[in-house]
């Protein structure tokens, strides 16, 4: 700013100076016109350099309290997280210890259970295991964001794997009127190194969303192999997804048009943390759909070499820590 006053005033003071000097008539308009128009354009280059240097000023300024706002931002999430990691501690413990002891009753070891109360009990059970599975998304969800999810990776059969898992969602299917069927390839899949109960908690999750969010038909998880990836998939003949939808479904706390129509159980979190577990073991989760009422398919492909996993160590059941 000083710098172009400086220049200003110095071309005023040589153009000034020549007008009087002794010339001409002709050569003293031309110097006071130069003069006037000197003075002009000097005022405009001051004023503007003048309002530049206050817009740059007025932005350093928004940038440092945006710069504060960010920071303050980054501190509430991380109380947040905090938060939602010490409730959902302290509510699985006493979910889990319900679950517990509903399923012995369940069992007989507290002595016969009249059918009526028995069919009472099935249903606290299985709002009792959303309300688990809900905690346990909670708590994953913190822990991604803190970087703090552990991974024990182990060879694995895939069939059993995934056998289990439906097995566990028999009764909620059965209780539905729903078909829960499993397929399974010509030839058995080669072992995976992945970490089983990630694995588990993903398919676990696509089979209860396919259960809740169907109404006729069924649900049925296959098995595929190719020479370098298997494939779970998981489809259903429920109320679809709507294509506006299909980008953004793997978002934290969304859910789709179609699933707002409708009062299920859910806060949106279990494909985040599904895609999350996913891309720890290098593979990648979808959803395929051809709209709304027309079914939803999700896909789990998991290579057959792990890439996340260091060579050598494949073999051996290991304990990493991912960011």
């Avoid at 700013?1 to 008539?25: C, D, H, K, N």
């Avoid at 004023?47 to 440092?64: C, G, N, Y």
């Avoid at 299985?126 to 024990?152: C, F, K, M, P």
């Avoid at 720890?280 to 070499?305: N, Q, T, V």
Wanted: zero cysteines; charged letters at 20%; a positive charge.
């Amino acid at each position: 700013m000083i710098g172009t006053q400086a220049l200003v005033v110095a071309q005023f003071i040589l153009i000034g100076s020549m007008f009087f000097f002794p010339q001409s008539l002709t050569n003293r308009i031309l110097v006071g016109v130069t003069l006037l128009g000197t003075t002009i354009m000097g005022w405009y280059v001051i004023r503007s350099v003048k309002v530049e240097i206050e817009r740059k000023e007025e932005l350093q300024k928004l940038s440092d309290s945006l710069a504060i706002a960010n920071e303050r931002l980054k501190e509430l999430d991380t109380t947040k997280s905090e938060f939602i990691s010490i409730a959902s501690h302290q509510l699985r413990t006493p979910l889990t210890a319900i679950k517990g002891y509903i399923s012995l009753l369940l069992e007989g070891s507290y002595g016969k259970v009249p059918a009526k109360i028995q069919d009472v009990l099935d249903k606290v059970y299985t709002v009792n295991s959303r309300l688990v599975h809900l905690v346990e998304d909670l708590l994953n969800v913190s822990r991604i964001e803190a970087g703090r999810i552990q991974y024990s990776f182990a060879l694995t059969q895939l069939e059993p794997l995934v056998a289990e898992v439906v097995d566990m969602f028999k009764p909620a299917a059965k209780q539905k009127k729903l078909s829960l069927t499993m397929r399974l390839p010509e030839k058995p899949l080669p072992q995976l190194t992945i970490d089983p109960n990630k694995i588990k908690e993903v398919v676990s999750n696509l089979i209860d969303n396919a259960l809740k969010y169907t109404k006729e038909g069924g649900v049925t998880v296959s098995l595929e192999g190719t020479p370098s990836v298997a494939r779970i998939i998981v489809t259903d003949t429920g109320i679809g997804i709507h294509p506006e939808d299909q980008k953004n479904l793997f978002e934290k706390f969304l859910r789709s048009k179609e699933t707002t129509k409708m009062v299920v159980s859910g806060a949106g979190l279990g494909l985040y943390v599904g895609k999350s577990f996913i891309a720890a073991h290098g593979g990648r989760i979808w959803a395929e759909s051809a709209g709304p009422d027309k079914g939803s398919r999700f896909i789990i492909e998991l290579p057959l070499i792990n890439p996340n996993i260091h060579a050598g160590t494949s073999d051996q059941p290991s304990s990493l820590e991912k960011a």
